[in-house]
């Protein structure tokens, strides 16, 4: 198994309040991802990081930042949580860019916003 | 843009049944194809994959065949387990510049003894 893990894997907050998500690996790949997981919509991309303090937006990056000062750590922070934001968020990770290349996924963490 | 369908299931069978759930995709160019599974509680594990037009990936017993010319990705296998119960993901890469990945919106599949 790849060497990923999140923190927390389990979090329930209150709809205006900052939530940080936190990616750690061990792998030493150069790109890492953060998805969102909802039922009837498989996994979408919020944001990924190609290097460090390189990111960029996926395809639902509204309310949603990210950063990643090392490479095994990517930080995923919703500034002021909505309960839209409620979801199952994986972190992933690849060598490469390459189209071939897989993504590995980490274990999830469970984000209830009240 | 790059799109993933597949059947919504739940699928349920029997053990020792045979497994067909179907993925078409729409994309630009040649993409990579793949399948992932999603074990309860768990994260995405890659099933297999395949990279280019009739390539066949295949592990633990389930197979996948590249087609172009039908743009498909059917995931097979001959006999399922209870233990394959899980949620299956079919997923696109594309090889061209912004080559997100594309995942369908999965499939429950429950094999009963």
């Known amino acids: 198994d790849a060497g990923i893990t999140q923190s927390p894997r389990h979090k329930v907050t209150e709809t205006g309040t900052p939530v940080t998500l936190r990616c750690h690996q061990t792998e030493n790949h150069r790109y890492m991802y953060w998805y969102r997981q909802d039922p009837g919509h498989g996994l979408r991309l919020i944001h990924y990081s190609y290097g460090v303090k390189d990111t960029d937006k996926g395809e639902v990056s509204d309310g949603y930042s990210v950063s990643r000062s090392k490479t095994e750590d990517f930080l995923l922070t919703l500034e002021s949580a909505t309960s839209s934001q409620t979801s199952v968020y994986f972190c992933a990770i690849s060598e490469s860019w390459d189209s071939q290349e897989t993504q590995y996924f980490g274990p999830g963490t469970r984000l209830l916003v009240l | 843009g790059n799109s993933v369908t597949q059947m919504e299931g739940p699928v349920t069978l029997s053990e020792e049944a045979f497994l067909t759930i179907n993925c078409t995709y729409t994309?630009?160019?040649?993409?990579?194809l793949f399948w992932y599974v999603q074990y309860p509680g768990e994260g995405l594990q890659l099933l297999l994959k395949a990279t280019k037009a009739d390539d066949k990936g295949s592990n633990k017993g389930f197979e996948a065949t590249y087609r172009k010319e039908t743009t498909s990705f059917h995931l097979e296998k001959g006999s399922v387990q209870v233990s394959d119960s899980a949620v299956y993901f079919c997923?696109?890469?594309?090889?061209?510049?912004?080559?997100?990945?594309?995942f369908g919106g999965g499939t429950r599949l429950m094999v009963k003894p």
């Open positions: 997923a696109l890469r594309p090889n061209n510049a912004g080559n997100m990945l594309t």
């Open positions: 994309a630009t160019g040649y993409p990579s």
